[in-house]
C-alpha cells in the first residue's frame, strides 16, 4: 500500500466558520493529519512517501476544474488581503452570494469586488481560506496524482493523505472545508491515462455533492455516494435517491441517503448495496473518498459507527478485488480520527 502524504498540509488552518449566526471554531484543523501520521507510524500498513515534483498538476487540476475558477484560487488570498490590509489576520469568508436564477448573475459582468467574487466560487460561509490554502490545497491534489500514478503503475491499494478535503468542491466552487476535488482529480487521472471505467464510491457523512456534480452527465464515471439525508443534513440542496444522473450519465450515479442516527448494521446492509453497483459497473478501479464523520463520537455528524467497525469497512471493500485509491475526505473526532482512518486501511490489507 503505497500512502502519500501531503507535506504541507499544516499551511491550511482555518480560525473559524459561520454557524448559525456565530463564528465558531473550525472543525477541520491541522491535528487531525498529525493524528492519522502518528497511528501510521504505530502501525505501518502502508509505505508512507511525499508526492514526485514532476506531476504535471496544473493538467491534472485543469481536467476537473475550470480555469476561472484556479486562478481565483490562487490569487484569492492577496486580493483579500488587498480588500483591507487587516484582512491580513482574518480568514476569507463569503457574507454574500447570487441567488440562482434569471437575474442571479450576470455572465457577462462578474464581479469586480473580491467580496462578491468569493461569493461567486464557494456555496457556504464555513470553508475559510487563508494565506497557505493553496498551496495546501495543490498538495493534497498532487498526493491524489501520485496515488493515482501509483495505481496505474500495479499497485492494488494507494493512499492520498489530503487535507483540506475535497469532495463538496465542484468544478468551480469551493465549500464543505473543500477546495479541490481530490477523489474527482484521481479518477479523472485514471480516465485520462488508459482507464475506460472508474467507480467513485464515497462514504463520507455527507453527500459527495461536488463530485456527483462533476460527473454528473458521464457513463465513465459511477459515482455512489452513502450519507446523512440531505432534507436535515448537509450540504442540504443535492444528494437525494432520485438523482440518477444527467443525459449520458443518466444512470450512473446513485444516492444513498440514510437518516440521522444510522446505525452501523444499517449503514454496513446499504454498503453491500453500494458495492453491488459498483461491482455491476465492472470499473477497472474504485476511488473511495473516505470520510471518517460517520463515526459515533463525532461532532457534527449523526451517523452511529464503532472504531472497530471501520476494519470491517476495508475489509469488504478489498472483497471487490480492484485497484483502490482512497482520498481523505471529513472526520471530526479528531483524537480517533488516525484510529479510525488506519482501522480502514488495515482492513483492507487483511
Ligand atoms: C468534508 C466534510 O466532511 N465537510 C463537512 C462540512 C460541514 N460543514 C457544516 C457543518 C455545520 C455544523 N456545525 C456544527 C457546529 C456545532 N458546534
Ligand atoms: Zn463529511
Known sequence: MKIFSNQHH?????????????????????????HVLSELAKRPVGQLLT????????????????????????????????LSPDNASRDALPSVWPLPGQHAFRMDKPPLNFAAKLGQYAFDSGTPLMSGTWTAAREGAA??????????AGEMATVALTRPPGHHAGSAYMGGYCFLNNAAIAAQYLRDHGLQRVAVLD????????????FDERADVY???IHGDPQTEYPFYLGHADERGTDKGEGFNLNLPLPKGSSFETWY???????????????QALVVPLGLDTYEGDPISGFKLKSADYLKVGRVIAELQLPSLFTLEGGYAVADFGINTVNVLEGFQT
Open 10 to 34: 499544516h499551511l491550511h488552518h482555518g480560525q473559524h466558520e459561520m454557524f448559525r449566526g456565530r463564528l465558531v471554531d473550525c472543525h477541520e484543523v491541522p491535528q487531525r493529519l498529525d
Open 223 to 225: 459515482t455512489v455516494s
Open 269 to 283: 446492509a446499504t454498503l453491500h448495496e453500494a458495492l453491488q453497483v459498483v461491482t455491476d459497473f465492472a470499473p
Open 51 to 82: 508526492p514526485p515534483t514532476n506531476l504535471n498538476l496544473d493538467a491534472a487540476l485543469s481536467s476537473v476544474h475550470t480555469i476561472d475558477y484556479l486562478t481565483f484560487l490562487a490569487t484569492a488570498w492577496d486580493e483579500w488581503v488587498k
Open 203 to 214: 462514504i463520507d457523512y455527507h453527500h459527495g455533492n461536488g463530485t456527483q456534480a462533476i
Open 143 to 152: 498526493c491524489a496524482v501520485a496515488a493515482a500514478q501509483a495505481m496505474l
